[in-house]
């Protein structure tokens, strides 16, 4: 019977899904895409017609999307935080995003900071998305920069200003192999400078990770295979803290539950 739903289920999203643009580009660009997720943030249904729209927006109402854009909120007001806690011992702070896509939080974030000495450099393996950042940061006069790297690969760790502020937003919601994220954490860690911050996510829960993963791709385009982490699966330098969000500080951890820092 299950097997019966979740082939009526594919064949309407083949059919009917493809009207809605957010369905259409989960497809294109699979589930877990930088520019699926930025489509997401967003928050503006589209489509083909009328019946088109009605059904991206009960897409993008699904609890789940309700919880990624809160993530999105959480993620601006810690690396608010992580700025003007830096902005108290330096006059200038550098982010960098290991693995951006078209990093609309990265870009909301250097938007409050125009008028200071506030730079982002933003990486992925896509140069699309990396492109499109840049046009929207450079229409808004914000200082960006990107490289095209891969967050996974040692020799790609190389700065001309070190960072202040590493980010990993989304990046490790499709991992289902524990050493790979220990692996991408680790390069991180041994390129943050003493008193530099790390703001990640981490996908603790999900409602309907069955269904997910039966219909939809990921952004190679292979099966979707989302899982959901707790903190044993992560480095020392992080830990759960009963929160999809982690706050570390030069290997110390601190809690954003209520969006406060502690040590």
């Known amino acids: 019977m299950t097997s019966l739903k979740f082939f009526f289920m594919k064949l309407g999203i083949r059919l009917i899904g493809s009207w809605s643009d957010g369905i259409r580009l989960a497809k294109k660009e699979g589930f877990t895409s930088g520019i699926m997720l930025d489509y997401i943030y967003k928050n503006k249904p589209g489509g083909r017609f009328f ?5 991206d927006r009960i897409y993008l109402e699904h609890e789940g999307w309700r919880v990624v854009r809160q993530r999105k909120d959480n993620l601006c ?34 938007e409050k900071y125009k008028d200071r000495n506030v730079s982002a450099e933003i990486r992925d393996i896509d140069a699309r998305w990396l492109e499109e950042a840049k046009r929207r940061a450079d229409a808004k006069g914000l200082n960006l920069t990107y490289r095209v790297a891969n967050a996974l690969e040692k020799n790609d760790y190389t ?9 990993a937003s989304g990046f490790y919601d499709w991992f289902n192999d524990a050493q790979m994220i220990q692996k991408s954490m680790r390069l991180v860690f041994e390129s943050l400078p003493k008193n530099g911050y790390f703001v990640f996510t981490n996908q603790t829960g999900h409602v309907a990770l069955d269904m997910t993963n039966r219909l939809f791709q990921d952004f190679n385009k292979k099966p979707l295979e989302m899982v959901t982490w707790d903190g044993e699966h992560f480095p020392k330098g992080g830990r759960n803290l009963d929160s999809s969000f982690y706050y570390a500080h030069h290997h ?7 969006l406060s820092i502690c040590n």
């Open 77 to 110: 007001a810690m690396l608010v935080q992580a700025i003007e806690l830096t902005l108290k011992s330096k006059n200038s702070v550098r982010l960098c995003d290991v693995a951006a896509g078209p990093a609309l939080y990265i870009t909301d974030v250097l």
């Open 159 to 167: 700065f001309g200003t070190v960072p202040d502020i590493f980010v």
């Open 51 to 55: 019946i088109g729209k009605i059904i």
């Open 252 to 258: 110390k951890p601190f809690n954003n539950q209520h």
